[in-house]
């Protein structure tokens, strides 16, 4: 990942940022520049424990595994083809990549609250850095390390009868990559507020099942009551999943599925999906580093 | 006036290389004899009940630039936030403080970006290799990738660890990540260096080896170290030592004229009959002398301590009292800090501390939870 060349002027900096640079080496560059540093250096720590970890990450792909394969591939014999697009187990894909990069969006914000206990953040908060870029090279680095995971599954399109079309898997890999970053930005955004881990993964337990039944992954939430409907369309994992569902739909027609979130009868386009989970990712992010960023 | 500011902004942003290459000399930092100089230095929380405590209270403080300074206190007398205010981790109250010849108020960034610092609970990436985990840390501080890879090679040859540089730190002792630790904090090459406590938790062998690092560093790259310590034979090796309690620096100077300021020799004695013997003691001593009387024997502080004893053993021979044992000793800097705090530096109360720095330096602690 390389970064943008630096702007050539060093007039964006506050003016009573003294022209002094420091002794410690020969280069002097702009402080846009060093703050892209730190946060290739924070997405580069990500992917370093990604490699470091193969088992970990190994198993974190195996649920999603599990549930296309096993649940999947069970239910497909119950579910007639014709009632939902295509079969069971195309329906279920958009539903399994959404888990899949949900978990490693979750662990960023477990890891900013043990970094915290740890003391790591601490060491992270001594770099001449603005605390707010921190915190968005972490989104950065769990969106990509996110990211990386669901490529992995998009490797499985064959195995549920979608053609290895590229512009399918580059559509849903952008798809992905949204939702990746969402996660990660609400996970972070829960994280700056909670101090203790034990507390995070409670209120994770709580809201994670209901938040992954109601987001029409597994089975479409048309046939609930009304207040179903209501819950759906405030959750941003039902966005997401209808954005992968419809980056199916657009390259394989014949296996279009029924999409999740209505507002009061109207199908809001899959751009405006988009743009919605993308505006919620920044606000997101943008309070977490606010709040992360206060003086202590 | 707009087009003033403007020309100025364009003026200012063509000529980067005039305006980044004066001031290389630095007159601030050239012009202070001092590594670190505070006034008034104040931080002040919200207490429990609308009260507010004041962890560090007008702290007038000044270290001189390559000296090595221990700062000793009582646990809860502000070592640790004074240390967070001169590192910029936090902003005081009120009062000043510069650094590295930087405001820490006004210029946050730009003072850690000059100062090192060795936390005293610190924390490394467990599952990356030692050289990973330098790599991370010197982009962090903007370093190139050249620079950053030369920079952890160094350092970590520094520390004497370039044989580990590719051992995760999972796998190294505590020494070794107390040293690779160090090597984190010389990555930018930072002229003053906060440690936190640097020894706490290691045996002696590796508490030697760190220290033996930090003398290199003061003598061969003239950084100022500012080190907080509850080993005083630590405290004793430094140039200079500052007390602080409640907030407030209370005793400041070398470790020899803090102890010569408190003068008095310990004369103990060990007799057959301590109680009576304290009355003769009394009864030589000049007034106002407290004596104390406790399982060790009979003991007073008094100007040189060895004359007394001849004397005292005399008089007390003469009451047919045995003598069986008898010493005079300088005082020590515990003494100092007992004579400034109330406290003794391992007393109870500030034994929390070692108990609980221990688990900090088995790998239990650092390692993360999966």
């Known amino acids: 990942m390389t970064a943008p060349a630096p702007p050539a002027s060093d007039a964006s900096s506050p003016p009573d940022r003294p022209a002094v640079r420091d002794g410690t080496g020969p280069e002097r560059v702009p402080r846009l520049w060093h703050e892209l540093r730190a946060v290739h250096a924070l997405v580069h720590r990500d992917l370093l424990r990604l490699a470091a970890q193969p088992v970990h990450t190994g198993l974190m792909l195996v649920q999603p595994m599990l549930y296309l394969f096993i649940l999947g591939g069970g239910l497909a014999a119950l579910i007639p083809n014709s009632s939902l697009g295509g079969g069971y187990q195309t329906y279920l894909f958009p539903g399994v990549l959404m888990m899949t990069v949900q978990t490693p969006a979750i662990m960023v914000g477990i890891r900013l609250i043990t970094d915290r206990q740890s003391g790591y953040v601490r060491e992270l908060l001594m770099a001449p850095v603005r605390r707010p870029i921190l915190l968005l090279g972490t989104c950065a680095g769990g969106t990509l390390v996110a990211t990386v995971q669901g490529a992995v599954l998009l490797a499985l399109v064959g195995a549920i009868g979608l053609p290895y079309d590229p512009l399918l898997l580059l559509t849903l890999l952008v798809g992905m990559m949204l939702t990746s970053f969402t996660l990660t930005a609400l996970a972070l955004t829960l994280a700056v507020t909670l101090d203790r881990p034990e507390v995070f993964n409670m209120l994770l337990g709580l809201v994670m099942m209901p938040l992954l039944l109601l987001s029409g992954g597994f089975f479409p939430v048309g046939n609930l009551p009304g207040w179903a409907h209501t819950l759906a369309a405030a959750n941003p994992l039902a966005y997401g999943v209808d954005v992968l569902r419809r980056c199916i739909a657009a390259r394989v027609p014949d296996r279009a599925a029924p999409t999740t979130v209505e507002w009061s009868g109207w199908q809001p386009p899959v751009l405006l999906e988009g743009t919605l989970l993308l505006t919620v990712g920044i606000l997101a992010l943008l309070w977490a580093a606010h709040r992360f960023g206060r003086p202590e | ?370």
């Open chain 2, 1 to 370: 006036m707009q087009p003033d500011t403007a020309d100025e902004a364009r003026t200012r942003a063509t000529l980067p290389p005039t305006t980044a290459a004066s001031p290389d000399l630095e007159p601030s930092a050239v012009q202070s004899a001092y590594a670190i100089s505070t006034r008034g230095l104040v931080k002040s929380y919200p207490g429990p009940d609308g009260a507010t405590t004041h962890a560090v209270h007008g702290l007038d403080l000044d270290v001189h630039r390559g000296e090595t300074f221990a700062f000793l206190g009582p646990n809860g007398a502000g070592k640790s936030t004074t240390i967070s205010l001169l590192c910029a981790l936090a902003r005081p109250t009120a009062g000043q403080a510069t650094v590295a010849g930087v405001d820490v108020i006004r210029q946050p960034d730009e003072v850690r970006r000059r100062v090192g610092m060795l936390f005293q609970q610190s924390a490394l990436d467990s599952d990356l290799t030692a050289e990973q985990n330098l790599h991370i840390h010197a982009r962090l501080y903007g370093l190139s990738r050249r620079h950053a890879r030369l920079r952890a090679t160094e350092t970590l040859e520094k520390v004497g660890l370039a044989d580990r540089r590719r051992s995760r730190v999972r796998t190294l002792s505590g020494g070794m990540r107390r040293r690779l630790e160090l090597a984190r904090g010389l990555l930018h090459a930072p002229r003053v260096l906060f440690l936190d406590e640097p020894t706490t938790g290691l045996d002696p062998h590796a508490r030697a080896q760190i220290w033996e690092y930090l003398r290199a560093l003061r003598d061969q790259h003239g950084n100022t170290l500012f080190v907080t310590t509850h080993y005083l034979e630590e405290a004793e090796n430094c140039d200079r030592l500052g007390i602080i309690d409640h907030g407030r620096l209370v005793a400041e100077g070398t470790p020899l004229a803090l102890k010569a300021a408190i003068g008095d020799d310990r004369v103990a004695l060990r007799t057959g009959d301590d109680a009576a013997a304290r009355h003769v003691v009394a009864g030589l001593a000049p007034e106002g002398r407290a004596i104390t009387l406790d399982a060790d024997g009979v003991s007073l502080r008094i100007p040189d301590g060895s004359t007394w004893i001849p004397r005292l053993c005399a008089a007390l021979a003469d009451q047919g009292i045995a003598v069986h044992a008898a010493s005079a000793t300088p005082p020590t800097l515990d003494d100092v800090f007992f004579h400034h705090t109330g406290r003794s530096i391992n007393a109870p109360p500030s034994h929390g501390t070692p108990t609980a720095m221990v688990p900090a330096a088995t790998p239990a602690a650092i390692e993360e939870a999966p």
